[in-house]
């Protein structure tokens, strides 16, 4: 089993719509989460990180974590065409080793 | 701009070749960080430096690899003997000591080998 699983998508919704993008991970000492946004060609910027279980909010994203089911998701509301990237989950263990899932390609059609 | 610069962007280079990457990170962080990425996949990790203390090095990083962060301030990465298997883009990302979970990263130098 991989540490960190992503589904590469693409995943297509109409502009407006709610995104959920999703992360799974298998090893419980994994202690931060975090969310990048990667346009083709560029390198990946960072959204948000969090660290403990629950809700944490900036602007229109929200990043979600359980830890109870290693599961982790990363909510766009009110999607916009410039939202169009590839989203990638990194998750930090306590050594600060760091793993990346393959990102998700998020298509928002206008 | 503050953020982490990478020199050049782009290097096309015949296998066999040496070739050489910079990275600048961000003046104020003292780690600074090594990734490659294929196309379809997340960046993998390759060295990380903590100030001039190479820290880490993944097992990606075969003795070809070799990384420098002389002064604690900017980062080089070489490789040697190039192979067409190398070709990928090359980020870098720095951030605050203790602070993994905050990294930003560079532009990347996307290195196509022949």
């Known amino acids: 089993q991989k540490e960190v699983e992503q589904d590469p998508g693409p995943l297509s919704v109409p502009e407006g719509a709610i995104v959920s993008l999703n992360c799974t991970y298998s090893n419980s000492a994994f202690q931060y989460f975090m969310w990048y946004r990667q346009y083709s060609r560029k390198g990946p910027e960072l959204l948000m990180y969090t660290y403990s279980s629950g809700n944490k909010e900036d602007g229109r994203f929200t990043a979600q974590v359980d830890k109870s089911s290693k599961y982790i998701s990363l909510f766009i509301r009110d999607s916009q065409p410039s939202d169009s990237a590839t989203y990638l989950c990194?998750?930090?263990?306590?050594?600060?080793?760091?793993?990346f899932g393959k990102g998700t390609r998020l298509h928002i059609l206008p | 701009d503050t953020g982490v610069s990478q020199d050049p962007r782009h290097k096309i280079t015949k296998r066999g070749q040496n070739v050489t990457f910079r990275c600048d990170p961000i003046?104020?962080?003292?780690?600074l960080y090594w990734y490659r990425q294929t196309l379809g996949q997340g960046p993998e990790f390759l060295t990380y430096?903590?100030?001039?203390?190479?820290?880490?090095k993944s097992r990606l990083l075969s003795d070809r690899f070799s990384a420098e962060r002389p002064k604690g301030s900017f980062s080089t990465l070489e490789i040697q003997r190039t192979e067409q298997g190398d070709s990928a883009m090359y980020l870098c990302a720095s951030s605050p000591r203790g602070a993994a979970y905050e990294q930003y990263f560079g532009p990347g130098t996307r290195l196509t080998v022949t």
């Open positions: 003046s104020e962080h003292n780690r």
């Open positions: 430096f903590q100030n001039e203390a190479q820290l880490e």
């Open positions: 990194a998750l930090v263990n306590r050594d600060d080793k760091i793993i």
